[in-house]
């Protein structure tokens, strides 16, 4: 097998790995999606808790994007600093 | 393997796996709809706090959405700076 | 492999593709059903705050629409400007 | 590879990927659905707001129905305007 | 590839991809029957709004039935006026 | 490729394609016995409304029930009128 | 290819289409079954309205019961009726 | 061909489509487990109307189980009196 | 293709066709274990309708069981009674 | 084919068919913790029941458990008295 | 096919089949996990119960491991008593 | 084929079926999450119990945990014991 | 085969196992937010058990963590102590 | 094989297996959703005790978390430290 081949290869598996750990993010979207809405509910009852009740969401939310943001890193490492390629060398 | 058959395999695997991380955006669509029905309910039992509940919908929106966006963003450069071609070279 | 056969495997993963990324056109079209619902409810039980709901709904829906609408972009780049053709040459 | 194979894969994963595309009507079937139930129930209940409750109905549908639409435009594509083929001139 | 054959693999690439559009039919069949059940539910509580009922009832499933034709629409396209063919002479 | 090998693997994608537009009948059923449920349970509640619950119900689910008939018409025409043979000669 | 393979690849396929088309039987098997438990619980609570109810009950199911139907004549035509066979001649 | 090959396929494709047709058993498995659920809870009620329950919960599971009796039908004609291999002759 | 390999592959489709066809039985499962549990919570409430209430359970639990059986039943014919191999002859 | 290869090959098949039988094992394993899940909380209610509850609920699980023990039996026979073999001789 | 390979072949069967036949523990896994969550909430409640509700916990538990059981039994013959091999001699 | 190719295969399917076999985890994580919330609601509300309530919910989830601990030990026999090779001797 | 494909076969394999047994992380990612979310729902109502209440979550999420680390500890094993290497030896 | 191939293969299942093992991240994403929504009703109910109530959000959601982690960790391992190819020498 020649390098080009080799390269090729590992690539095409990247880009099909990267698309694999994209679905991750139907997760937090779900759940984010949730805590929106019982945000939006509780800022209709209490308008004067809308500082607390909204640096909550965003404070929940930020933690539950993470796993999303992993697959995200994951995705953007194996499109850009592919470290595979380097092992073949 | 000649460099154009190298291309096309990546280049059908990058189409492949945009595909596959577009997937990702039915999680955000569930949950920003289950925002927006709870933001639709609020506002007819509290109209007069209608600014409140809408500025916190989008907000909350705004955040679920980002894997969706995450799930763009591979999908453009899989598309448009396909980083793999230049790792051929 | 000449170059018609790279323009046709590319083309063809293409399809499959687009079609794979508009599979997640089912988030939304569930969750802004379920907004359309309490949005149809919450007017039954206001009549008078019906300019204030469907605002609400149809802003709420428009933010859910976008994940549908990343994977239409994603679908017609794929379709009418392919970027991944230019890249072979 | 000759011109009349080349024509031949990309249309049929055309016509594959039309029949992906199209499976997203689930969605919007489901989530509009739901919209009639609760338009039917609230009708039942203020039958005097009927002329009300029928337009949001309509209008939240009408909006859900955008990617079973987009589905359907992509799938249209695929088959009446093939912009693939071109391509391959 | 003689013109027999290319013709073969599109149709036989067609009728699979009617069969996949057709799939999307369960959501518009699980949504209208809880349309269905809803109005059974109204017309027994007020069956002196049973017209009103009724007509809303038809409205909101011929609305939720719509993705389900586009799929029966794509499929009769690729059945009847498969339009592939004309594209490969 | 001779013509009867080119008509066997059409009428074999072809039995599969109806196979696979049946599935779609698992929604109608989920739904219609939904709305018989709440029709039994109407019945129980008012015995004299009887006869509006049946014909509401019975409406309700034959609307449901076009899905699943769209299905049935795709794999009759699949099986007894398959417009893809006359396309091959 | 002889008529003999022909003959066995459709009917293989025919064989396997039947198969799929049938499991759409299990959606028909959850909805009756909701309605029959409907119709007990109905029962115990106003006896005196049990014809009513089984009545009901009986045609409500049998509606549902006809995507499970449709998909069993679909299987009997491939078994028995198979009308790929008279079109290879 | 010959005709032991022939009968070899058509034979295994039926031992393999009888097993898919028999998964559609787990619906009404779910759906009389329901009704059977309602029973026991009812009787527990209405001790004085067991016979009208359980005949109810008989009636209406009688009929939930007819698709997976169809089923089991279809298995059993492509087991005991398969009608493809008097085709092949 | 000699008898010994015909057989082989007909006996080998119907082991996987008998593994399928068990599948079903987690419908009656979890159907039979939902009335169970409302068994359970009935005779803790009406310890007097103990009898009643187990009789019922039983009868209600072992129509439920009929798709599992019949499972069974085809996976048993598959193993033992194999009727494939006669028709080889 | 040799009749080592004939007995692999059947075996093979034979191994994977136990595997799948034995995932029908997660239905009754939800329905039974379901039922114990009530028992628990009936005993908690009622300690004087106490011994009708446990028995109801052992009757009710193994009745539940008893597709479970179908897909055993149907492994059992595939590993220890792999009624195919006999039939290749 | 030497006795090698014939050992081998049943053997990487084995392993998948004793995989596929563990899946199955999710179903335990979710009951018993939802007959402990019974057994916390009654404990708390009636502490005084507290040896009757753990007595029946931990009986509806071990019965509903049961399908957990036969599948590690199933794995343990495929991996340890493989009667298969015996089979081949 | 030699022995380090009959190894290589054995081996290769046992990390796939490892692999397998440790999905089944989800369904205790699923089961013992829900009792660990239903503990801290009750400690909640009966701080007294405290113990009681912990000592439930420990021996209610190490017993859901066994079938998750089945999968472990299957896995780890195939990796650490793998009974396989010493078959093939 | 020489040592080398051997060798590359089995840690391919050991690399996908790895992944298909990470899946099972799902699980206890759902169940335990379902206990921080009841953990989180107390602490508002009896700020003063507050102690109490975060200790029982942990106790709790962290049993129900054990099937995620069983995975993490498999797929390490596959990582860094591949025993399957040893064996080829 | 060479080396060059052996790392090849090995190095594209890695990015597979990578992409597989980031899937589990959308069940922490779902239930730490979960308990976001919640917290975010706690604090506008009880506006005062904020403070307890977010650090138990972040307490809980920080251990959901872990099994999203473990994939993480799982994934950059075989991206930067693969330990597969010092086993390859």
Do not use: C, H, W
């Not at 694999?20 to 509910?41: F, N, R, S």
């Not at 808790?49 to 194996?78: N, P």
């Amino acid at each position: 097998m020649d390098m080009l081949t080799a390269k090729t290869i590992i690539l095409a598996a990247s880009a099909l790995g990267a698309g694999l750990a994209m679905i991750a993010g139907l997760g937090p979207g779900i759940g984010e999606g949730y805590a929106a809405g019982k945000a939006v509910e509780s800022v209709a009852r209490q308008p004067e808790a809308r500082g607390d009740i909204i640096s909550t969401m965003v404070m929940g939310q930020a933690i539950s994007e993470s796993t999303g943001i992993y697959s995200l890193v994951i995705a953007l490492i194996l499109l850009y600093a592919n470290p595979f390629l380097s092992k073949l060398g």
